[in-house]
């Protein structure tokens, strides 16, 4: 189900790269990192960063492993690296919110938080040198 709301900068969210993308670029259902803030106007687009559980060979200056303390659920369970060079404006049709369970009832339990200060800034760092705006460290 799409998002009801505009994701906040920072926030964990799954997006589905699975029409209208094609190898390599990112495809599928995964986890993803809102970098953008909310437009002033109404808009149903935000930019991210995919995060994979591939690590990327080589691991280049714009490449972020995440710690396992920002990511929820089940996500936190594998090495999970921010592809920087890779960010997207996706529309926000294509995003939702990480199913972390099931409640006793059986209904199903969703989060939409925001990743580590550290985290965040170093994905930030990491998209600005993708994009050639600053040089490696």
């Not at 396992?68 to 996706?90: H, I």
């Not at 200060?117 to 990491?126: L, N, Y």
Request: with cysteine.
């Amino acid at each position: 189900m799409p998002l009801t709301f505009h994701p906040h900068p920072g926030m964990v969210l799954i997006c589905d790269f699975n029409t209208g993308f094609k190898a390599p670029e990112m495809i599928k259902r995964r986890p993803v990192v809102v970098i953008s803030p909310r437009p002033r106007r109404t808009n149903q687009l935000c930019t991210i960063v995919p995060l994979s559980t591939t690590a990327p060979n080589p691991v280049e200056p714009f490449h972020h492993r995440m710690d396992p303390r920002s990511l929820p659920g089940k996500l936190a369970r594998k090495e999970t690296w921010a592809k920087c060079d890779m960010l997207a404006t996706v529309s926000l049709e294509r995003l939702d919110r990480v199913m972390i369970g099931k409640a006793p009832n059986g209904k199903r339990i969703y989060l939409a938080e925001p990743v580590l200060d550290e985290d965040f800034k170093a994905i930030r760092r990491g998209v600005m040198m993708a994009l050639g705006m600053i040089a490696p460290a």
